[in-house]
T-cell receptor
Framework: AQRVTQPEKLLSVFKGAPVELKCNYS??????LFWYVQYSRQRLQLLLR??SRESIKGFTADLNKGETSFHLKKPFAQEEDSAMYYC??????????????FGKGTLLTVNP | GAVVSQHPSRVICKSGTSVKIECRSL??????MFWYRQFPKQSLMLMAT?????????EQGVEKDKFLINHASLTLSTLTVTSAHPEDSSFYIC????????????FGPGTRLTVL
């Protein structure tokens, strides 16, 4: 079974402060991990995925297999970063299908 | 980027009726489409995975006779909630992709279903 845990339901920081959204996973195979973001009244969209090893909007995430974590970080938060963030794991669901399992999400609020 | 649309965006129906929700990939062909359900202030829960031309794969606990999924073409999947009841009221979201392990899923805007 695959499971994604986001321990913080809410996270509030001030503009310019560093932010870290935590994500831990459980999966018996080799995990593929993603962060998705949902801005207010918008659809869910991909923020970044670990295989790309890229930085999007200043966010980075490193896969730590030893700690089974994929925390999302940004050194200086901006007000426009306020959104719901979901960590997701892609794992095999049977046959050749892969499915995404989402964490419960963390609502990030960046205060001015 | 790839766009996924859903129709309708909002539907209100009487208990006992059936409701069909469409999910379309507008500018790409989606081998695989996924249907999720999202309760207020909760995460997305995968209901089923739909592959073009074959039967959908349902998650444990999801009634396949209740939630009928058809994926007749590479750009269209439909979810029909049959004999809807108030407890079926929810936000239904589809996504589309190529179905691989590192594939990006593109999400639709969601459909708000209210069953009276």
């Amino acid at each position: 079974a695959q499971r994604v845990t986001q321990p913080e339901k809410l996270l509030s920081v001030f503009k310019g402060a560093p932010v870290e959204l935590k994500c831990n996973y459980s999966y018996s195979g080799s995990p593929e991990l993603f962060w998705y973001v949902q801005y207010s009244r918008q659809r869910l969209q991909l923020l970044l995925r670990h295989i790309s090893r890229e930085s999007i909007k200043g966010f980075t995430a490193d896969l730590n297999k030893g700690e089974t974590s994929f925390h999302l970080k940004k050194p200086f938060a901006q007000e426009e970063d306020s959104a719901m963030y979901y960590c997701a794991l892609s794992g095999q669901s049977g046959g050749s299908n892969y499915k995404l399992t989402f964490g419960k999400g963390t609502l990030l609020t960046v205060n001015p | 980027g790839a766009v996924v649309s859903q129709h309708p965006s909002r539907v209100i129906c009487k208990s006992g009726t059936s409701v069909k929700i469409e999910c379309r990939s507008l500018d790409f062909q989606a081998t695989t489409m996924f249907w999720y359900r999202q309760f207020p202030k909760q995460s997305l829960m995968l209901m089923a995975t739909s592959n073009e031309g074959s039967k959908a794969t349902y998650e444990q606990g999801v009634e396949k006779d209740k939630f009928l999924i058809n994926h007749a073409s590479l750009t269209l999947s439909t979810l029909t909630v049959t004999s809807a009841h108030p407890e079926d009221s929810s936000f239904y979201i589809c996504s589309a992709g190529e179905g691989g392990p590192v594939d990006t899923q593109y999400f639709g805007p969601g459909t708000r279903l209210t069953v009276l």
